[in-house]
């Protein structure tokens, strides 16, 4: 479970401290001291400072998964190496992770330490698609007989704890999980490097995503082109800038934007539709793209937005700088696919896909990371936002 070495670790998104805060590096340097790693996983702001200090400081040791179901399975390969290995994860990834925790790990007793974090957690405000599983996140832990407990504010009482879990997998072969509330883990501050030489002067900035999404909404037009958004800054940005009854802001769900599209467009084969996707949740759910690419859903547009990072949770890297999703596409039966790097090249792909060639259409947009610090959360409550795209767009009308 080793890794390429990493780019450099931006610093997580800023999360409001618990008094209690356990530093980063502390946690990493107690969990290794104790024999665990390797790590790997899939982001979270709440863990985003212990990923940023592993990233930093240990990268070889540190894993990007696409999703939390395969850090589960390739954790379980490196147990069965000899390993002690830790799953990083949101309470939402675990939905991904039940089937390798229950009948991968669990079956051939293969133990793991999760770090589970607890969006959602029944008292402390969250976004809506974090309530129920906040609600249910112990009760789920404990139906997949994972013993957990609150991760320890602090290095000894950690240590401690931690000797208690390994005794624990040992004597079970089952996994164990720390919670991870918000704020329980203070900011990492890395160690100042000294400063190399200076770079020489950069190629212009690609778009911003913002600046994307205006490309493709002015393509669109006055048209009631159905627009799919996946989850996160993708749905929030176009909201704010180009709001219409024919836009679907996708909630949680990571990866599931395209095949929600795909379902729609399967019903409207003469008709187009857009989904703007991202390249995190397109990793996540890769199986998307072999299902629109047999089913040839006709007009469907698939705009994928590459960014490399994660940017909603403290912009870690997703490892799709070594991804041809192009090719990806074309792989998977998509007949038109393009690659584009600037305006010029987003509109010529856009007017290719909604006035030119049937598709589907895969359009990987590479775009800047980075956004506006204002940009608020949606408007529209994920219920009404759904009604309103279903009057908009249904069939029976």
């Not at 624990?168 to 030489?197: C, D, I, N, Q, W």
């Not at 996707?277 to 859903?297: C, F, K, S, T, V």
């Not at 074309?330 to 600037?342: E, H, I, L, N």
Request: proline share 10%; with cysteine; hydrophobic share 45%.
């Amino acid at each position: 479970m080793s890794a390429a070495a990493a780019p450099a670790a931006p610093v997580a998104a800023p999360v409001a401290v618990a008094a209690s805060a356990i530093d980063p590096a502390a946690l990493v340097r107690t969990f290794r001291a104790a024999g665990l790693g390797p790590f790997g996983g899939v982001p979270c702001s709440f863990l985003g400072p212990v990923i940023s200090c592993l990233q930093r400081e240990h990268p070889e040791d540190y894993l990007i998964a696409a999703n939390e179901g395969e850090a589960v399975a390739v954790a379980a390969g490196a147990r069965l190496a000899g390993r002690l290995p830790v799953v990083v994860l949101q309470n939402s990834g675990l939905g991904n992770a039940v089937n390798p925790l229950t009948s991968l790990c669990h079956t051939l007793r293969l133990p793991l330490l999760l770090l589970v974090t607890w969006r959602g957690e029944p008292g402390r405000p969250d976004e809506p698609q974090h309530e129920l599983m906040g609600r249910i996140t112990p009760d789920l832990l404990t139906a997949m007989d994972i013993r957990h407990e609150p991760l320890p504010p602090d290095e000894t009482r950690l240590a401690e704890r931690l000797a208690v879990a390994v005794d624990h997998m040992t004597a079970t072969g089952l996994p164990y999980a720390f919670v991870v509330s918000k704020g329980a883990v203070a900011p990492y501050r890395p160690e100042p490097t000294a400063a190399g030489p200076a770079a020489a002067s950069a190629p212009a900035a690609p778009m911003l995503r913002a600046e994307a999404i205006g490309e493709v909404m002015r393509t669109v037009g006055g048209r009631p082109v159905p627009v799919v958004a996946t989850t996160g800054k993708t749905a929030r940005e176009l909201e704010r800038d180009w709001d219409r009854p024919e836009n679907l802001y996708v909630v949680g769900s990571m990866g599931c934007a395209s095949s929600v599209a795909l379902g729609v467009a399967l019903e409207r084969p003469r008709e187009h539709v857009v989904v703007l996707d991202g390249d995190g949740a397109a990793l996540m759910r890769l199986e998307a793209m072999a299902a629109i690419g047999r089913l040839q859903p006709p007009r469907l547009v698939h705009v994928l937005f590459d960014n490399a990072a994660y940017e909603s949770t403290g912009a870690q890297p997703t490892g799709s700088a070594s991804v041809d999703f192009a090719g990806v596409a074309a792989a998977c039966g998509y007949p038109r696919t393009a690659d584009v790097s600037d305006s010029d090249g987003l509109r010529a792909a856009l007017d290719g896909s909604l006035s030119g060639a049937e598709g589907p259409w895969l359009i990987r947009v590479r775009i800047a990371p980075g956004s506006d610090p204002r940009l608020g959360r949606p408007a529209l409550s994920p219920p009404l936002s759904a009604a309103r795209f279903q009057k908009a767009v249904s069939c029976d009308q």
